[in-house]
């Protein structure tokens, strides 16, 4: 069976202070890549905010079936051409996992065609992650809940389209509520945001938030590039 082609963006500014690399030696893209190989079912590529296209060539997105996706402080650096790109792959049929502040992210904003804001404080509070649909499969693998002993909080309202499929909402220590895995379908690609991921906390060697992260590119890969025939279609009967 071939392997799903991953390609893993990351702006890469956090990771490069200190501070992060304490956390996170090799960038967040460092230990999601480490992630998706240690699974076996992907081929994983890097794409950073500073290479040139951001490391999003048409090479590159031609040969991807699900792009991850984290940002946060340089969102608006982020080249139009090259959103309009990757919005043409989602739409075509590429998956797109977005996480964490990528909430805020061109792509995503574009994709979902909402403000896509919301609350949010940095105290380090537990943050319990609710499974609201044990059937998807993005949920495989994963308790009723699993918590994080300190993460980033966000809390509702989060200005979002009702997601297609929601499968889990998170609470946080501080009274917070917050849709924190939502799946969109938009053209033939399907979307995934997923809540968790602050620079600062270890949340991406977490067993749980690893279990998501390769359900999560397993269900965005299905179908995706599947071609699909638009225009004019004749009977059976003339075929
Ligand atoms: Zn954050």
Redesign the pocket.
Known sequence: MNKIRVTIFNENMHDKTERILEVYPNGMHGAIKECLDADGRFETTIALQDMPEHGLTDEVLNNTDVLFWWG?MMHHEVDDAVVQKVYDRVIDGMGLVVL??GHYSKIFKKLLGTGCDLKWRETGDLERIWVLKPSHPIAAGLDEYFELPHE?TYGEHFAIPTPDDLVFMSWFSGGEVFRSGCCYERGNGKIFYFRPG??SFPTFYDANIRKVLVNSALWAATDCGKKQTYGHWLPDYNK
Do not use: A, G, R
């Open positions: 946060h964490h502040s980033e602050h620079e």
